[in-house]
T-cell receptor
Framework: GQNIDQPTEMTATEGAIVQINCTYQ??????LFWYQQHAGEAPTFLSY????GLEEKGRFSSFLSRSKGYSYLLLKELQMKDSASYLC?????????????FGGGTRVLVKP | EAQVTQNPRYLITVTGKKLTVTCSQN?????MSWYRQDPGLGLRQIYY???????DKGDVPEGYKVSRKEKRNFPLILESPSPNQTSLYFC?????????????FGNGTRLTVT
């Protein structure tokens, strides 16, 4: 089975940096995904990591350590529109139908 | 525009009244799936399909049915809805071509069963 943990909620100030941690346990690993989800809307894909290290995409970066079962999503220069939930998801090795298993999501509130 | 289209967006029904939520994708994806999202529980997979006429149970399949008669469509059927099926439902599709293919989600269907 798989188990994915991430904090429930975080608050940060506009212009600041926030780091959202995700720890996972899986019997076989084939990649970790981060999604952004605004309230009542569909999750949208942010990033994918399968090798250790940092992947940078503009203001957003994602880091993976496979040996520690750990990832984080770093949001820089926070904007009000970044207020959303951020979902960590893991793809197991040979996942049928490319299934993703999701954590509960971290709700980020950006304050002025 | 590449997209997954779900209908309806909102649905209120009563216990026991059969309903269908439709899902269609225009990306020629082989894999499609249904998830439900509940507070504190995250997204949980209900059913998935790897190709036409090939479907299988996910993690929470009880009370649901699906069919895949055409590649683009993957409806979710609740034969006898109950209040514990009140939830936000998402259809998703992805390509089988690569292990790094993300899921593409529809806009969601908020179902309330009274």
């Amino acid at each position: 089975g798989q188990n994915i943990d991430q904090p429930t909620e975080m608050t940060a100030t506009e212009g600041a940096i926030v780091q959202i941690n995700c720890t996972y346990q899986t019997s076989g690993f084939n990649g970790l995904f981060w999604y952004q989800q605004h309230a009542g809307e569909a999750p949208t894909f942010l990033s994918y990591n399968v090798l250790d290290g940092l992947e940078e995409k503009g203001r957003f970066s994602s880091f993976l350590s496979r040996s520690k079962g750990y990832s984080y999503l770093l949001l820089k220069e926070l904007q009000m529109k970044d207020s959303a939930s951020y979902l960590c998801a893991v793809r197991a090795l040979k996942a049928a139908g490319n299934k993703l298993t999701f954590g509960g999501g971290t709700r980020v509130l950006v304050k002025p | 525009e590449a997209q997954v289209t779900q209908n309806p967006r909102y649905l209120i029904t009563v216990t026991g009244k059969k309903l269908t939520v439709t899902c269609s994708q225009n990306m020629n994806h082989e894999y499609m799936s249904w998830y439900r999202q509940d507070p504190g529980l995250g997204l949980r997979q209900i059913y998935y399909s790897m190709n036409v006429e090939v479907t299988d149970k996910g993690d929470v399949p009880e009370g649901y049915k699906v069919s895949r008669k055409e590649k683009r469509n993957f409806p979710l059927i609740l034969e006898s809805p109950s209040p514990n099926q009140t939830s936000l439902y998402f259809c998703a599709s992805t390509s089988r071509s690569s292990y790094n293919s993300p899921l593409h989600f529809g806009n969601g269907t908020r179902l309330t069963v009274t």
